[in-house]
């Protein structure tokens, strides 16, 4: 059968987004990158959000992506704080949290089958209760299947004080014609099965919907583009000078201004280059701001309060008291918005308050050096930590653009590669630089695959993987050497040994590390020194060795501690000195 008008512009549009960001790899597995970064779009997912949510093939349980959004604004990780249940991160959070959780199957197929509807019923069922038995769980599913489910367990029992509103959506994409699917009355009748299944899971106000997505849903996807200019109503005259506005924003417009179209939920992105994580509402400043902003005194609230500073690629002008603003980014000022946005979900904001106004300053910078003298300029004042305010020092800075000559792609700010079109399989974080030199330079496995964000927003770790003096070649290296195991621990020799890439690929890096230092504790590494005596190859016998030897590890380990899970194992603090003393046997 021909193909479809429809047909024909997904598979051009899918062959060409995969030759651009992944083309070394085979088209069935890319499309499982390409339909989950289209589904997800509205949330703005950086590159490493979607491939992180990715489930590996083998025991897969019919699902091939997954993913838990809250708020309809932050795509959450396992160290996400609000995740761990940290404890200021869950009181930020307003009653009624909203999560969505995005279950996907992507089949690079014209044909539609109902197996996978079904295999993904009753693998949520098991996987969805806050009281799954991981353990028992483990023959069944692969590690990175559990580890995103346990995102949901996760913040779900942890936000449960909170009453959350759950919405599980499951999408299964083809590139198959709509009028097969819409035939298929078995397409329907499991479908419905699967949502009379989990909807029971899920606490009152819960949803469940099914939806298949063919190619014309696809090209509908395809078209659809988030709003990246956003409207900012001023109260008067502002002062324009130089590119950039500074005015008086009323309350009630900033809320507009700061929730997405037709919600009360923060718009995604908003706080992408902000260099603090909001504090909740009871410390010392923000329950001043709180006790501000819901005063109904008559002195104006912007006579008390700082105000904001916002940066965007382009202002447009619209005389005489408003501007549009492409891809705004809050980076001073996160603990008023926060605070009033909470605020106003609480209904707790006076009507006479709303009519007051916050203090706004907007500066138009596209260049990633004025970016960087604005988030650092304006957050000075403050003892920061953030990795966020780490990103514009000079020396991320020249990493950036050393990488920059060796292939790699380093994002000191969301997406900035991504929106300039290079290839994903090239992009890298800073979290994703500092789990590999975690790894690599610390001898941490352990810690690289469980807690990365943690680590390095501690200054003595900062310090020890970005030093000041430290040789830029190091980290081009110690990017090619993960790549390099990552490619032996994906590998059918390899997974022969251990099928677990995830839990894999920090042990390894770390073991062919000691293995071709010749060293006996991770101390020695000096990885700035001794970087360049490392020729990383995905062949080598050294990296068997070293597998192998986190397999006994791991073996001795469970034996001592057999009510462990797999994921206790590879995160504790055990695991780390038997595998070492493995790979010196070796």
């Given at each position: 059968m021909p193909n479809t008008p429809d047909q024909d512009v997904l598979e051009a549009a899918f062959m060409e987004w995969r030759a651009a960001n992944y083309p070394g790899m085979a088209d069935g597995d890319a499309y499982e990158y390409f339909a989950s970064t289209q589904i997800l779009k509205?949330?703005?997912?950086?590159?490493?959000?979607?491939?992180?949510?990715?489930?590996?093939?083998?025991?897969?349980?019919?699902?091939?992506?997954f993913y838990v959004v809250l708020n309809e604004n932050e795509i959450l990780d396992?160290?996400?704080?609000?995740?761990?249940?940290?404890?200021?991160a869950v009181n930020a959070i307003a009653q009624g949290p909203r999560l969505d959780v995005f279950v996907i199957q992507s089949k690079w197929s014209p044909s539609w089958k109902s197996d996978p509807i079904t295999r993904a019923r009753d693998s949520l069922t098991q996987l969805l209760p806050r009281t799954a038995d991981e353990k028992s769980l483990e023959a069944v599913y692969e590690t990175t299947l559990l580890e995103r489910t346990r995102i949901y367990r996760s913040v779900y029992t942890h936000l449960l004080a909170k009453s959350p509103v759950v919405h599980v959506h499951f999408l299964y994409a083809t590139k198959g014609a709509e009028d097969i699917l819409k035939s298929s009355h078995?397409?329907?009748?499991?479908?419905?099965?699967?949502?009379?299944?989990v909807e029971p899971l899920l606490p009152t106000g819960g949803t469940v919907d099914v939806e298949l997505l063919g190619a014309t849903a696809m090209c509908e996807l395809l078209r659809y583009t988030p709003a990246t200019k956003v409207p900012l109503q001023f109260s008067h005259d502002l002062v324009r000078a130089a590119s950039s506005f500074v005015g008086l924003v009323k309350i009630s417009d900033y809320l507009k201004f700061i929730h997405r179209e037709n919600s009360v939920e923060l718009r995604a992105g908003l706080f992408d280059s902000n260099v603090r994580d909001f504090a909740g509402e009871t410390g010392t400043v923000n329950g001043a701001i709180k006790e501000t902003v819901t005063s109904d005194a008559a002195t104006s609230f912007w006579w008390l309060n700082n105000g904001v500073t916002i940066l965007a690629d382009e202002a447009e002008d619209v005389p005489p008291h408003a501007i549009n603003l492409t891809r705004p980014l809050i980076v001073n000022g996160l603990q008023t918005t926060n605070v009033i946005h909470l605020a106003s979900a609480d209904k707790a904001i006076p009507a006479a308050r709303l009519e007051q106004s916050i203090l706004v300053r907007v500066i138009t910078a596209a260049d990633s050096a004025t970016r960087d003298m604005v988030i650092a300029g304006t957050n000075r004042q403050t003892n920061i930590t953030s990795i966020q305010l780490k990103a514009t020092e000079l020396i991320h800075v020249?990493?950036?653009?050393?990488?920059?000559?060796?292939?790699?792609?380093?994002?000191?700010?969301?997406n900035q590669y991504r929106n300039a079109g290079k290839p994903a399989d090239?992009?890298?974080?800073i979290n994703e630089l500092a789990q590999a030199m975690i790894a690599i330079s610390l001898g941490r496995p352990a810690d690289a695959r469980a807690r990365p964000s943690t680590l390095i927003n501690r200054p003595e770790i900062y310090a020890q993987i970005f030093p000041d003096d430290a040789q830029r070649p190091a980290y081009a290296a110690a990017l090619d050497l993960l790549e390099a195991v990552d490619a032996f621990v994906k590998s059918k020799p390899a997974q022969k040994i251990l099928d677990d890439s995830t839990n894999a690929r920090f042990y390894v890096a770390t073991g062919y590390v000691m293995k071709k230092l010749r060293l006996k504790k991770i101390e020695s590494i000096k990885y700035f020194n001794n970087h360049a005596r490392i020729k990383p190859s995905s062949t080598d016998p050294v990296m068997y060795k070293v597998l192998q030897a986190l397999?006994?590890?791991?073996?001795?380990?469970?034996?001592?501690?057999?009510?462990?899970?797999?994921?206790?194992?590879?995160?504790?603090?055990a695991l780390t000195p038997r595998f070492l003393a493995e790979v010196y046997k070796s």
């Open positions: 509205e949330y703005s997912p950086s590159t490493s959000d979607v491939a992180k949510g990715v489930v590996k093939k083998a025991k897969d349980g019919g699902i091939d992506s396992i160290d996400s704080p609000v995740v761990s249940g940290q404890a200021s078995d397409q329907a009748n499991k479908a419905g099965l699967l949502k009379g299944a020249e990493i950036e653009e050393y990488l920059a000559t060796r292939g790699w792609f380093y994002e000191r700010r969301k090239r992009i890298i974080s397999v006994d590890a791991y073996n001795e380990e469970v034996k001592a501690n057999p009510n462990q899970t797999r994921d206790q194992v590879f995160k504790g603090s």
